[in-house]
């Protein structure tokens, strides 16, 4: 065999990566199930570099020096089984299978656990960036054994967004830990949607700017502190109008969002591991929510506040307050996603360095923005912050924008207008800081409905109050 790496599942991600793979000069062996997607490759691209193209798996495992490094590109679940079950018996001990769908990482460490029994390297590996991404450079997260990346890494380094000089491609940890990665990506990238998202609709429906100011104002917002791929999209989406309507492109387009699954994945495994990651959490209830058309048709006369206009003067500077709360919103997201990040590397020993997460972040992925040089910062130097929130520079950020935030909280509650996201951000944030939380109370309900005991303030061990007797209190 001659191929350094071979690609099987054509589709549009499959078949951009193979295109980048071999751009960068590594002969790359294809292949596909349906073997016309396979030949179509290679009459289109062929000349951008050295494709092997392959009719069958045998052929195609023929095809690659060894040990052999397969990539297989296609749709998470049965799909993704299917495939490794056919080149599995073709495979020889000390093979690589990388697979770099959106899989759940549950699924990763299984199939790991599985193809390690029979001496084969199994990399889950997250890609962030889409379909340019594939092409042009992603930000890759793999998975799977130290062994695997020091023979899948410099390839893949070599293909991915670079920043600075800087790949952004490490391996994140053994078995399932890049999926992990990739899945809580997601879920970040499914909050800062939503706060962005909210932040337009204040801008719309409190400050009454049009979509087209409001794209000028994202422009603006996207050469400071908020600069990121996603506050860029959303000024393009914003500015474009719908060419059979004439209206803003935005009004045009139904209003509920669809989701595939990996920010719900999220939040399931955060409940799973005990991390409150509540605004997340709310981006996935909101997209929920957007969609269930019956329930809100059937709730739109329920009555809503009076609506004082604002002053044209005000609307300014409520556009940089909410400026603010969207920045300190988002660094609870991402404090909240890091937490997760780590409860899951505790859990399972992955070991994963949290700097090095956001440093591959810069480029290539959904949520790339200059912002993330801050998280690489605060968890790169010295002891690492037990929160992003505590850490000096986003403490700082969160002194000055705090009164801000919390107007623009109060005004949407005042007006009427969701904001699920900055609140339960906001909320977050004030229950971390509060000395006493009213959770008190809630074991002294549970005491008394279910003698489930509780722990005193000032003395160790369990304690029980006799409620239905004479109250007194007896150790656990
Ligand atoms: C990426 C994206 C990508 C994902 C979508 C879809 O990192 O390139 O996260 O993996 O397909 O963003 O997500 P939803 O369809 O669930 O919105």
């Given at each position: 065999g001659q191929a350094q790496i071979g690609v099987t599942g054509l589709a549009v991600m499959g078949r951009n990566l193979a295109r980048n793979l071999a751009r960068h000069?590594?002969?790359?062996?294809?292949?596909?199930?349906?073997?016309?997607?396979?030949?179509e490759l290679v009459k289109e691209f062929g000349d951008e570099g050295a494709f092997v193209p392959a009719e069958s798996a045998e052929e195609f495992v023929a095809s690659l020096e060894r040990p052999r490094r397969i990539v297989v590109m296609v749709k998470a679940g049965a799909p993704t089984d299917a495939v490794i079950d056919e080149f599995v018996p073709l495979l020889e001990p000390g093979d690589m299978i990388m697979d770099g769908g959106n899989?759940?990482?549950?699924?990763?460490?299984?199939?790991?656990?599985?193809?390690?029994?029979?001496?084969?390297?199994?990399?889950?590996?997250?890609?962030?960036?889409?379909?340019?991404?594939?092409?042009?450079?992603?930000?890759?997260?793999?998975?799977?054994?130290?062994?695997?990346?020091?023979?899948?890494?410099?390839?893949l380094e070599s293909i991915a967004a670079q920043v600075d000089g800087e790949p952004c491609c490490a391996h994140i940890g053994p078995d399932g830990a890049g999926h992990f990665v990739k899945m809580v990506h997601n879920g970040i990238e499914y909050a800062d949607m939503q706060l962005i998202a909210e932040a337009y609709d204040l801008l719309r429906r409190v400050a009454g700017y049009e979509p087209?100011?409001?794209?000028?104002?994202?422009?603006?917002?996207?050469?400071?502190?908020?600069d990121s791929y996603l506050i860029e999209i959303t000024a393009q989406v914003l500015a474009h109008t719908d060419a059979d309507t004439g209206k803003p492109f935005v009004d045009v387009v139904l209003d509920q969002a669809e989701q595939k699954g990996t920010g719900r994945w999220t939040v399931q495994s955060a409940l799973d591991l005990g991390v409150p990651v509540s605004g997340i959490a709310e981006a996935v209830f909101a997209r929920g929510l957007s969609g269930h058309a019956r329930l809100r048709e059937a709730a739109r006369a329920l009555p809503g506040p009076e609506r004082p206009e604002l002053h044209p003067d005000d609307a300014a500077r409520f556009a940089d307050q909410v400026e603010q709360a969207l920045y300190a919103s988002k660094i609870v997201a991402y404090a909240q996603g890091w937490q997760l990040i780590q409860a899951g590397s505790e859990e399972y020993g992955w070991d994963i360095d949290l700097a090095s997460v956001a440093a591959i972040w810069r480029g290539g992925c959904i949520i790339r923005a200059r912002f993330l040089n801050g998280i690489r910062r605060a968890f790169g130097e010295?002891?690492?912050?037990?929160?992003?929130?505590?850490?000096?520079?986003?403490?700082?950020?969160?002194?000055?924008?705090?009164?801000?935030?919390r107007h623009v909280v109060a005004r949407a509650t005042e007006l009427g207008v969701p904001a699920p996201g900055f609140s339960a951000a906001l909320a977050y944030y004030d229950a971390l800081r509060a000395e006493r939380l009213p959770a008190a109370l809630i074991q002294g309900q549970r005491d008394f409905f279910?003698?489930?005991?509780?722990?005193?303030?000032?003395?160790?061990?369990?304690?029980?109050?006799?409620?239905?007797?004479?109250?007194?209190?007896?150790?656990?």
């Open positions: 000069g590594h002969t790359v062996a294809v292949h596909n199930r349906t073997a016309s997607r396979t030949r899989a759940h990482y549950e699924d990763t460490r299984r199939r790991e656990a599985a193809l390690r029994e029979r001496g084969l390297h199994f990399v889950g590996c997250g890609i962030s960036g889409g379909e340019e991404g594939a092409l042009h450079g992603p930000s890759i997260m793999p998975g799977g054994s130290r062994e695997s990346y020091e023979a899948l890494g410099p390839l087209a100011r409001i794209a000028e104002i994202f422009r603006g917002w996207n050469e400071g502190r908020l010295g002891e690492a912050p037990v929160t992003l929130l505590t850490d000096e520079l986003f403490a700082d950020d969160l002194r000055s924008a705090q009164n801000a935030w279910g003698a489930h005991t509780y722990r005193r303030v000032d003395r160790e061990g369990d304690f029980h109050t006799l409620w239905g007797e004479d109250r007194s209190e007896r150790r656990g």
